[in-house]
């Protein structure tokens, strides 16, 4: 008899915890779409890989064909809440230091959390970025390491709504937070560098030659325009007031769920790719600029607007300029990608690179310093990476 | 006697953790895949309706609910499709703010298909995914379509344009 009570227990137990399993399980879509990849020092592609309840990361030696045992980020588990606008970020500093950025339902829903680690063997305990993190929901962090050694991270934030609500909705802050990398890294409490954010479009993060960092986000101008906004932190510490650098007069009272890339040369020139529905402009946009964002060249459009380009990524590496966006044709989805020499000036035929018939992230270029390649994840494929390269056609263009 | 009780109150439990999954499940939300949107045309031969497309966290299509559950009191022969672009697993939070809005009576949908992109190619060749976005369908199911929110004048002279 007590042999069957403690049977019917355990499958009591069993029937209970599988359903709990069950339950947990579904609440968040799969996971494993967003990754993040960057080359370290020594060449090593690292990569983030995301899992329902963890964050690990591993490493490859042969530009993605093989990968090395992966290490956990997280040793406790947590429910990873990312999406297609919201994906975790990995960096690798100079000295071969791995820094991993990743969201997960806390008391807040996709609360950003940080982890580091000396060589990538073993990472400290998940930290929350935001000062108001329990009480605030905030997303859309984004993570860079600067020339100066010190880990930035910028995110919107919903903590200023009732100051927005004379306003109108759709709008929310840009908060930042800074601290020197090193073993142990505290963060201070966090500053709001911007307002009148479009809330759903993620916002894009570089570093200028002269180490300050800029930011480029969609704004919600008077009349609910979402157009783009440049934005600068000195090194000193100081933000500068924005200004409006994209006039293609989108107005919408709603979620583009797009945002612009940005990436800044070697020889200070700016570039970037923007979305837009406006007015005066419809589809993918890129420009350039001389003189730190004051003014763009004439934008020029990007992809074939019949097949819905969109997810635009820019990536120069000195005179070198890598542009990769997705198209779709109702079946397939294509990652096509164009090439400068001249930084911006001149560009290669779009070319396909990828295809998939599944779900995909977005497109994401990276670079080892040498050549561009565009890092991808697709739920049939799996991680591709991909030199992007002038092809012999478009030599002589 | 003492095993009778353990062994009912462990049907009863697991009778009840069986069907709880099928209560999250239930619903007035219905699952939104390939071929959907050739069904709710099918569904509405000859009708006109409006389809409005929504996301859990877009503030512009929450603030436009109240308007919408309005005019359907005040018209009552409007359709209405309410579909929501989050995952199905975000039924549990897409539910109380129709509920709470007193829609949880139209004909609700989610997004049921990790590839959102051929979902949404599948209503719109030309939409980019940006809501909230809103289907005014006539009897023969022409269509005009708005991304963004949408005025109550606008939504009143739609409704008037589909009816007639």
New interface residues.
């Given amino acids: ?1 007590n042999h ?2 403690l049977l ?2 355990t ?2 137990l069993l ?2 915890s599988y ?1 709990l399993v ?2 947990t399980e ?5 996971q494993k ?1 967003y990754t993040a990849t960057t080359f370290g020092p020594d060449g090593r592609l690292w990569r983030i890989l995301s899992a329902q309840k963890s964050i690990s990361i591993d490493y490859s030696t042969d530009f993605g064909k093989s990968f090395s045992q992966p290490v956990r980020v997280n040793s406790t588990d947590m429910p990873i809440h990312a999406w297609d606008e919201n994906p975790p970020t990995l960096a690798v500093d100079r000295t071969g230091r791995v820094y991993v950025l990743y969201f997960a339902d806390d008391k807040q829903s996709s609360t950003s959390f940080f982890s580091h680690s000396d060589n990538g063997t073993q990472f400290s305990a998940p930290v929350k970025i935001s000062s108001e993190a329990n009480t605030w929901y905030h997303y859309q962090t984004e993570m860079l390491i600067d020339t100066a050694n010190r880990v930035h991270f910028i995110w919107h934030d919903v903590r200023d709504r009732a100051e927005y609500k004379k306003q109108g ?2 709008d929310l802050s840009i908060y930042h937070v800074s601290a020197r990398t090193g073993k142990i890294i505290n963060l201070p409490t966090d500053q709001r560098i911007a307002k009148n954010i479009c ?2 479009c993620r916002t894009a993060m570089a570093e200028d030659v002269d180490g300050s960092l800029v930011i480029l986000a969609r704004y919600v101008y008077p009349g ?1 325009i979402r157009d783009h906004g440049l934005l600068k932190l000195s090194p000193d510490g100081k933000t500068s007031e924005p200004w409006r650098v994209t006039f293609d007069d989108w ?8 945002g612009p890339a940005l990436s800044i040369g070697a020889n200070g020139r700016y570039h970037m790719v923007w ?1 837009t ?1 406006g007015e005066k402009r419809s589809g993918i946009f890129y420009a350039w600029s001389d003189d730190q964002g004051k003014t763009l060249s004439s934008p020029t459009q990007v992809g074939d607007q019949d097949k ?1 380009p ?1 997810r635009a990524d820019v990536l120069a590496l000195d005179k070198q300029v890598a542009l990769a966006w997705k198209v ?1 044709d ?2 397939q ?1 294509r990652v096509e990608a164009m090439y400068s020499t001249d930084g911006g000036l001149h560009w290669s035929k779009p070319q396909v690179v990828a295809e998939t018939a ?2 995909s992230a977005h497109p994401a270029l990276i670079t080892d310093g040498k050549q561009i390649f565009l890092s991808w994840n697709s ?1 049939d494929t799996g991680f591709r990476l991909i030199p992007i390269r002038q092809s012999d056609d478009d030599s002589n263009q | 006697m003492k095993l009778s009780k353990i062994l009912l109150t462990y049907l009863l439990l697991l009778s009840c953790s069986i069907a709880f999954p099928a209560h999250a499940e239930q619903v007035d939300l219905k699952h939104f895949t390939s071929g959907s949107y050739q069904q709710l045309l099918n569904k509405y031969a000859d009708k006109p309706f409006v389809l409005m497309i929504w996301s859990i966290n877009c503030t512009s299509c929450k603030k436009k609910m109240p308007l919408l559950s309005e005019l359907r009191k005040s018209m009552p022969d409007i359709n209405l499709i309410m579909l929501a672009t989050d995952d199905a697993s975000a039924s549990n939070q897409a539910l109380p703010i129709l509920t709470g809005n007193e829609l949880n009576n139209a004909d609700n949908w989610i997004f049921a298909d990790a590839n959102s992109q051929k979902l949404r190619y599948e209503i719109d060749p030309k939409w980019y995914g940006e809501v909230p976005r809103t289907y005014f369908l006539d009897k023969d199911h022409q269509r005009v379509g708005v991304s963004g929110s949408v005025s109550r004048e606008t939504l009143e002279a739609m409704l008037k344009t589909i009816i007639n």
Avoid: V, W, Y
């Avoid at chain 1, 579904?26 to 799969?30: A, D, N, Y």
């Avoid at chain 1, 107005?251 to 797009?258: F, K």
């Fill in positions: 008899m069957f009570a019917c227990s499958l009591l029937a209970l359903n069950a339950k579904r609440l968040l879509p799969e779409i909705d759709g809330s759903c609910n107005e919408i009272e709603g979620c583009p769920a797009h979305f529905q819905l969109g779709f109702g079946t989805t599944t779900q739920m």
